[in-house]
């Protein structure tokens, strides 16, 4: 399945974070959401082939990057209370129509 | 703006009964509807999904409904049983790896 790390996360405000996702085997795309407590994922990015294909509404302080065995890193800089939240990744294959994502366990990063 | 609205926000059914939860969507573009189900401190997990062509599809105690005309689609749990309380989302995208619109989620309670 998809693998995240780390699976928790503490941070004070201002500093750095980056997280990891590797994808299901033989899937080239990954895409990151945002899941606030309570509240249904939100898009952040998506990733196929190494390029970024989509970007969500959030600010310059996230950022991301897929690499050539088609895993990726979440940074997120000068972190806020805000961005508390169950970081998950979703894999899928990226081609043609299909649309199946598969997310892992996530990344639960707390900011205080 | 909520592209997929979702209700109810909670429910409790009583074990053997049929857990109902609603979506609804703006988007005409929008042609793939996964429902994910997912429990506490997890990623969520791809249930079952549906593709305008049809207007329902079962799998095993899981049926969508599906109403292209009215913009609305329907998880139906049969036979609920207390392993399936749990927190059910609605999404939606258009074909090609496009990213998910989630709806905001339904806490579901069997109780025996």
């Known amino acids: 399945g998809v693998t995240q790390s780390p699976t928790h996360l503490i941070k004070t405000r201002g500093q750095q974070v980056t997280l990891r996702c590797s994808p299901i085997?033989?899937?080239?795309?990954v895409s990151w959401y945002q899941q606030v407590l309570g509240q249904g994922p939100q898009f952040i990015f998506q990733?196929?082939?190494?390029?970024?294909?989509g970007r969500g509404n959030f600010p310059d302080r996230f950022s991301a990057r897929q690499f050539p065995n088609y895993s990726s890193e979440l940074n997120v800089n000068a972190l806020l209370l805000g961005d508390s939240a169950l970081y998950l990744c979703?894999?899928?294959f990226g081609g043609g129509k299909n649309n199946e994502q598969f997310f892992g366990p996530g990344t639960r990063l707390t900011v205080l | 703006q909520q592209q997929v609205k979702q209700s109810p926000q909670s429910l409790i059914v009583q074990k053997g009964g049929i857990s109902i939860i609603n979506c609804a969507y703006e988007n005409t573009a929008f042609d793939y509807f996964p429902w994910y189900q997912q429990f506490p401190g997890k990623g969520p997990a791809l249930l079952i999904a549906i593709r305008p062509d049809v207007s329902e599809k079962k799998e095993g105690r899981f049926t969508i409904s599906f109403n292209k005309s009215a913009k609305q689609f329907s998880l139906h749990i049969m036979d609920s049983q207390p392993g399936d309380s749990a927190t059910y989302f609605c999404?939606?995208?258009?074909?090609?790896?496009?990213?998910?619109?989630f709806g905001k989620g339904t806490r579901l309670s069997v109780i025996a």
């Open positions: 979703a894999s899928s």
């Open positions: 999404a939606a995208n258009e074909s090609g790896n496009t990213p998910l619109v």
């Open positions: 990733y196929y082939e190494k390029e970024e294909r």
């Open positions: 085997s033989g899937h080239k795309s």
